[in-house]
Every structure is written in C-alpha cells, then in structure tokens.
C-alpha cells in the first residue's frame, strides 16, 4: 500500500514539474521582453535542481549534490550579470543628455550675463543676505 502511495506521489510530483517546465518554456520563448526571458531561463534551471533533487530523494542518494551546487551556482551568477547588463546605461543615451546638459549650461550662463548687465542679480534673496554677511 505504502508502495503505492509513493509512487503515486512521484508520478504526481513529475507531472507538476513537467507542467512547470512547459509554462516556463512558454514564456522564455514569447517574451517579450529580455527580462522576462531571463526570468524564465532562471525558473527554468531552477526546475532542474527541483528535478536533481527529487532524483536524489527517490533513489535515496546523494551523489548528485556537487551538480545541484553548480547548478546553484550559475544561475546565481547569472542572474547577477544579466542584471548588472540591463541595468547598465546605454552611452548613446548618455552622450544625448550631455549634450542636452551642457546646452542648457550655456544658455543659463548667458542670462546671468544679461542680468548682470542690467544690474540685476541672478542669485536668490537668500544667497544675496549670505553674501552680504
């Protein structure tokens, strides 16, 4: 009976991670973005440690641990690379804003001048009671 039991709980075990694996699956393919796929390629690894372990526990053994450690340990790293690379900012981007910063400087400095000349201050009312202390 206990037999049974147990090899019920396997197959039903087995079916679970196999649907799990399929979802995955699905959505490492359709994306739509690199994020979701690399999420989907984690999950995915991750579902076969969960089958390495259920190995071990069925068989009743435990020379597979050194696999699940590296298994382990890519998807750690790999997760961390891929999110120091998405996060990372795109120069040409940077190089736009800039550019955009340094317009903006320029033009600032010009009304300075031109309020200078005019005898006008550019600094705050706060600034000007400082500078005058």
């Known amino acids: 009976m206990i037999d049974t039991i147990t090899t019920v709980l396997q197959y039903l075990a087995g079916g679970m991670i196999a649907v799990a694996a399929l979802i995955v699956l699905v959505r ?3 994306g739509p973005s690199l994020v979701d796929r690399v999420i989907g390629a984690d999950v995915m690894l991750t579902t076969l440690i969960i089958v390495v372990a259920a190995e071990m526990a ?6 597979t641990v050194a696999l699940m450690v590296v298994l382990t340990a890519v998807g750690v790293f790999g997760s961390i690379s891929v999110a120091r690379f998405i996060s990372r900012p795109d120069p ?14 320029t033009t600032d400095h ?24």
């Open 28 to 30: 490492i393919v359709r």
């Open 58 to 63: 069925i068989n009743g053994h435990t020379n």
């Open 92 to 105: 040409r981007v940077e190089a736009e804003s800039d550019a955009i910063d340094v317009e903006h400087t």
């Open 110 to 133: 010009a009304d300075d001048s031109e309020q200078a000349l005019a005898g006008e201050s550019a600094l705050p009312p706060s600034a000007h009671e400082e500078a005058e202390r």
